[in-house]
């Protein structure tokens, strides 16, 4: 084989520190910006918040950029990269302008949760009343082992035999002192705790019901010994096993459903999570307009007096804080793209599904990623990044962006019905249905293809999963 030498030309693209760092700013959430926004104002001195009633949060002072490009060495052809950049990341150049808004500045923000300093766990409850009980001594004791025992939602899982097995010898607790101090547990002012299962947890709180209660009986024998065939819905069954009526099961089934299956979970402080949307959509002039938040945007500006400073130093120091400045200022840039592009995509978004916000789901339209991309002239993984981890305040609730992309189903006239309004067509048949004789997903399926909207019965079935509708023979009452 001869060697011989070829010249080939081709396009490439470089992820520069600044377009990766716009890369991955477009896909964090807001909680994430605001915590690397945080990290950043630790590291670099060049960066700062505005103040609270500064005319513009991303706003870099005259003076500020005047020693930014006196610390520059080749800031023409920076600028000429940043271009480049820019496009390559798929945003249009546009002046941004950012109205602050005013928010307080008092300590406490209604937006965190606040717990007083009397509540309390459900052990320590249970231990208070113990105290204030008159169970004393060695009993006591005993008790307070069985409390320490309890789960969460105030079950005793471990076995008695095992509890007793695990006591140290010396402590002299038998399995009897267990099972008397079982019986005292469950007899403190909370019904239902310390049950070793849920039909015993639902007879405790029958049972503490007043004796003339209708069906208090009949409830205690079905939630004592026939839970599962309750659960089953096989009614004939339990009518035959307990030699009852109609009315009188359905009685009895009332007052099971009122019960409280996990009554130690009133005592979980735990704090949700929650979520900062992004943008919130409103109704202007019959328009539906999406724009940011600000509470959800971080207000950043170029440090003015280091600025100035680097302006005026020029021992070796003074190189470190350029890249400081170059730093915050891509940060502010970077930003300025994220929070603009994050507002295109959703007003095109909204603009697609503008059914949705005056119907409801059953409004929802088919949308694919692709859609969105095209319009914006950007690329189909901006927009997956745009969309995830990203919300939307709206008069129907907090919506994250890819709740409004879903594939379609074909109709009969031609046109397409989305996966989220069939759901919603499932859930409004399901609501409306008469529950001594529920529909089944067959029946279902008929239905909408009445409507020109042809769904085979498994993928009813899916959907009906999804949405956490049970089957048709769990759906059925007296």
């Given at each position: ?28 959430s807001?909680?994430?910006?605001q ?31 005047q ?51 009397g ?12 105290a ?9 004791i ?17 076995d ?33 705790l ?8 639902l ?6 019901l ?80 999406a ?14 007096m ?27 840039k ?40 095209e ?50 067509l ?34 009813i ?12 023979n ?5």
């Open positions: 084989m001869k060697h011989a030498l070829q010249l080939r030309t081709s396009q490439q693209l470089t992820l520069t520190p600044q377009l990766q760092q716009a890369i991955r700013l477009l896909q964090l807001t909680q994430d910006v915590q690397e926004v945080a990290n950043m104002l630790d590291e670099n001195p060049m960066l700062e918040l505005v103040d609270e009633f500064a005319p513009a949060a991303f706003a870099v002072d005259a003076g500020v950029g020693a930014a490009e006196a610390s520059q060495t080749s800031g023409s052809e920076e600028r000429d990269n940043s271009e480049r950049e820019r496009d390559d990341f798929g945003v249009e150049a546009a002046d941004w302008e950012s109205r602050d808004r005013g928010r307080s500045t008092d300590d406490e923000d209604e937006s965190w949760p606040e717990h007083s300093a509540q309390l766990s459900l052990r320590e409850h249970l231990h208070e009343q113990l204030a009980g008159a169970i004393e001594g060695r009993d006591r005993v008790v307070g082992l069985l409390i320490e025992a309890l789960d969460e939602n105030g079950y005793l899982a471990q008695l035999v095992e509890l007793a097995e695990l006591l140290p010898a010396e402590l002299g607790i038998s399995l009897d002192d267990l099972e008397t101090a079982l019986v005292q547990l469950q007899h403190l002012d909370l019904p239902g310390g049950a070793r299962n849920l039909g015993e947890c007879v405790l709180q029958l049972k503490a007043p004796e003339d209660t209708p069906q208090r009986e009949l409830a205690i024998r079905l939630a004592g010994s026939h839970l599962d065939t309750l659960a089953a819905h096989d009614f004939n069954k339990l009518k035959k096993l307990l030699h009852c009526s109609d009315n009188e099961l359905r009685a009895a089934q009332h007052l099971i459903v009122g019960l409280n299956p996990k009554p130690g979970a009133e005592f979980d402080h735990s704090v949700a999570d929650y979520v900062v949307p992004d943008v919130i959509v409103e109704k202007h002039q019959n328009k539906w307009r724009r940011l938040n600000a509470d959800a945007m971080p207000k950043l500006r170029v440090n003015s280091y600025a100035n400073i680097l302006q005026q130093r020029e021992d070796g120091n003074a190189s470190q804080l350029a890249v400081q400045l170059q730093e915050a200022k891509w940060l502010i970077n930003l300025q793209q994220r929070f603009e592009t994050i507002q295109r995509v959703a007003q095109a978004i909204v603009d697609r599904q503008e059914k949705f916000f005056e119907h409801g789901e059953i409004g929802m339209r088919p949308l694919v990623l692709r859609e969105i991309a319009e914006l002239e950007l690329h189909e993984s901006t927009i997956s990044r745009g969309t995830t981890q990203k919300f939307m305040l709206t008069p129907r609730g907090i919506y994250e962006f890819k709740h409004f992309f879903g594939s379609g189903l074909a109709t009969e006239n031609g046109g397409t019905c989305s996966s989220a309004a069939i759901r919603e499932i859930r409004q048949l399901v609501s409306a249905e008469n529950t001594r004789k529920p529909l089944t997903d067959s029946r279902m399926s008929e239905i909408l293809a009445q409507q020109g909207i042809v769904v085979a019965r498994r993928t079935a899916k959907y009906r999963e999804a949405l956490h509708i049970l089957p048709v769990l759906r059925k009452s007296l």
